[in-house]
Each structure stands twice: as structure tokens, then as C-alpha cells.
């Protein structure tokens, strides 16, 4: 079996005095898709967004593809990562959010071009060419001059995930991208994801609620409750043979 | 008409010093070093704090006398006091604005790994800008008609000419200040004009 290239060690995270995760203990393998499910608190998010470098631990060590997330070593002793290393360790992250996020003083090529440019010093013809392929590839050849605000809510999040892929990322991190989208934008979004999962090469971690999608493309569902990892295993385990009450309860309102 | 050329003068560099001042000042308020921010926020207070026309007496006679600090001209005191005091103002826009963008766009940009400074000249500061424009219009305007003080600290400006017409013929009074009047306005148009487009220029592309 080959090495992990995500490992999550005892990791906890409180706000205030709320403790979103207790404990987590979990490996992502090169190229694996996960699926995260869980109601809505259970501290989904906050699990990637550690991994994103958007919220540091409390407590616990995240180590990404052999390296440690958000401790460095100086002087022999662990302290807390700088923003040099947090920069040197993410590089292989991509992450694609609920918002978009996308800059609206771009247009879409621009939002897709700038990073490769700026951050992995690729000249700008290349960085150029390969952005308009990404875009191409997630159906938006036609917009590259548009921007943000001229685009429908499907659009935009096809071109946050263009501009995410054109990095290159090894890992790449959905948090809900369809919840904030119109039912009928939501399918072309997951057609996108689908055909990025079936490319094979990327790990991809799915924040999601969309139950049906997430088993179909999933090679292991985590259901995420009360700040542990409560279940975890491929599809069907998950789904059809566990358990596991809370699970079943959750399940069943998706089914309804 | 005379005087006109001090009013320039002085209003060309008020905006010029001004707005450095405000983007300096702004830029330090958001540091996180704490004795550079409190120590702008004491600047930001003080000179938002007192009235403008003290400070150009500040600036003219008082720190000469106290303190033997000479400025070398009256110029020189009432470009520095206009632009602080304006700078004081607007450089609460600078980092209100700033401030104003949303958190989502430095999260994408820490996705995107870029560093704190690429993020800044990148994606914050470029959307805060839009949002400043249309407020540092009025705020150029404003500063226009503050210049019309610098004659109280004996600066020979477009009022202080009108002024001094004016005692040399009584008879002439309300037609020497309506051609004060036309004159400030007259400058004031294009840079209402600039407003405008400044105005436009902010509303393109912004998020919605």
C-alpha cells in the first residue's frame, strides 16, 4: 500500500469553548476520493479548512505528503508554522468553496490565470494557454472576457474550480460548492466534479450534502457527527449496512 | 485673476501629500505592529479631532514660536496642514475600505497560495481602491474649498486678492465675492466631473 498523502493525527479544533472536532484520526491516499457527510455542525468544513490552512488546529498534527501542516521544526523544538512554510506545504492544495470566491475585479481568464503566474512563476503565454483549456474544459470557452457578476451561479463555481485545477493541486478540497446554487444550476456543477474525479490522478475530499452524488463517485464516505468520525468505510458499507442510529436517522431525511 | 496661482499651488499639493498621508496612514492603522497603529490612530484623532483652521495657526505661528520648528513658508505650513488634516480623514476610508472586502476573497487567495503581500496588491487592494474612489471625489472637492483658509494665515490666495479689492472699493463688494464665488465653483466643476467617473469606474466590476 502506498503512502498516505494526507494524514490527520489526534486533531482537534474548538471555537471558544465549543469543541467542533474531537479527535480525528484519518489518512487520504493519493487519488482517493472522499466523500464528507454529516448534519450541519458537525464540523465538515472545519475539517478541510484546516487542511487549507483557514483555520489552524488546537490541537494535533495534520501532515501533508510527509510534512507537517502547521508545525515547523526551529532550534530542534516544534513551534508554529510561519506563513513560509504554511505557503511551502499547501502548495500541492487546491480548494473550491460554497461562495465561489471568485475576484470580481477579474475577468474569468484573468481569475485563472493570475495564480500560476504570480505564485508558480509560469510565463504568462503558457499560463495563459492552459487557462483557457481548463476553461474550455468546464464549458466556459465562450466567457473567458466576462466577468464574474455576468455569470450565473453554476458558471461561476465551474470557473472556481477551473481556476483551482489550473494549479495543478494534488489534493483538491470541496466545501458544499453546490449549497449555494439553484437546484437547476446544481447538476452542471457535479457533472464537472465527476469528470475531474474519473481523470483519477487528484485526491479529492467532497464537503457535501448531495447524498446520491457523493456515492456514486466516493471511494469511501466519512460521516462526520458531534466532532468524531462516526462511521467510515466505502458506499455501501456506509450507506446500506451500518449500524449506526444516528447514521440511519440522517440518511432517512435525505431519502424522504 | 491674481492669486489663483497660490490656490493651485496649493490644492496641487494638499491632494498630492494628502492622499499619500491617507494611504500611508491607512496602511499603518491595519498593521499589526501595535505601536504603529496606535500611534497613526493618535495622528488619525488628533488632526480629525481639532478644527483646520487651528491647525494651519498651528502650523504658521504656533510651532515657530513654541518650539522654534520653522516650515520655511507659509506654503510649506498650509499644504502640510490641509494634507494631514484630509489625510486624517481619508485615510479612515483607506482602511475602512479595506477592511470592507470580504473575507471569502483572502481565503480564496490563500487557496490560491499566494502570499500576504500578492494578496493585498492582487485581489484586496484592487476591489478597496473601487470602493474609495467615489468618497475621495468628494473629499477632493472638499479640499478644494479648504484652501480658501490658507488666506487667514496671510497666504496671498484667490480670497485674499478678493478681500483686499474689496476694501479698496466698498461699492464693489457683492460682485468681487460672486466672482470668488464662480471662480471656486469653476475649479470645483471638473473635479465634480472626476467624481463621476470615479464613480462609474468603481461600479464595474465589483461583486453583486
Known sequence: MSKPIVTYDEVTKSFGDVEVLKGINLDIMPSEKVAVIGPSGSGKTTLIRMLMTLEQPTDGAIIVDGENLWQMEEKGRLVDADEKHLSKVRGDIGMVFQHFNLFPHMTILENCMMAPVQVQKEDKKSARKRSIEMLEKVGLGDKLDNFPNQLSGGQKQRVAMARALVMRPKIMLFDEVTSALDPELVEEVLEVIRDIALEGEMAMVLVTHEMEFALDIADRVLFLDDGVIAESGTPSEVIEHSQNERLQSFLRRFRS | ?208
Open chain 2, 1 to 208: 485673476m491674481r492669486g489663483m496661482g497660490i490656490t493651485l499651488t496649493v490644492l496641487g499639493g494638499s491632494i498630492i501629500l494628502g492622499y499619500l498621508m491617507a494611504f500611508i496612514a491607512g496602511f499603518c492603522r491595519l498593521s499589526n505592529n501595535t505601536f504603529i497603529r496606535k500611534f497613526t490612530g493618535f495622528y488619525v484623532e488628533i488632526f480629525r479631532g481639532t478644527s483646520l483652521i487651528v491647525q494651519l495657526f498651528w502650523f504658521s505661528y504656533a510651532l515657530p514660536m513654541l518650539f522654534g520648528i520653522e516650515l520655511g513658508s507659509d506654503l510649506v505650513a498650509g499644504i502640510l496642514a490641509i494634507s494631514l488634516n484630509y489625510g486624517a480623514y481619508m485615510s479612515e476610508i483607506v482602511r475602512g475600505s479595506i477592511l470592507s472586502v470580504s473575507n471569502g476573497q483572502t481565503e480564496a487567495g490563500i487557496a490560491l497560495n499566494l502570499t500576504p503581500f500578492q494578496r493585498m496588491r492582487y485581489v484586496i487592494f484592487p476591489q478597496a481602491l473601487r470602493m474609495m474612489l467615489p468618497e475621495f471625489g468628494n473629499y477632493l472637492i472638499q479640499m478644494l474649498k479648504a484652501t480658501s483658509l490658507i488666506s487667514l494665515i496671510g497666504m496671498t490666495d484667490v480670497l485674499y486678492y478678493g478681500n483686499l479689492l474689496r476694501s479698496s472699493n466698498l461699492a464693489i463688494e457683492s460682485t468681487v465675492y460672486l466672482f470668488i464665488l464662480i471662480f471656486f465653483f469653476i475649479i470645483a466643476l471638473p473635479l465634480i466631473f472626476l467624481t463621476r467617473k470615479l464613480e462609474e469606474i468603481s461600479k464595474k466590476g465589483v461583486e453583486t
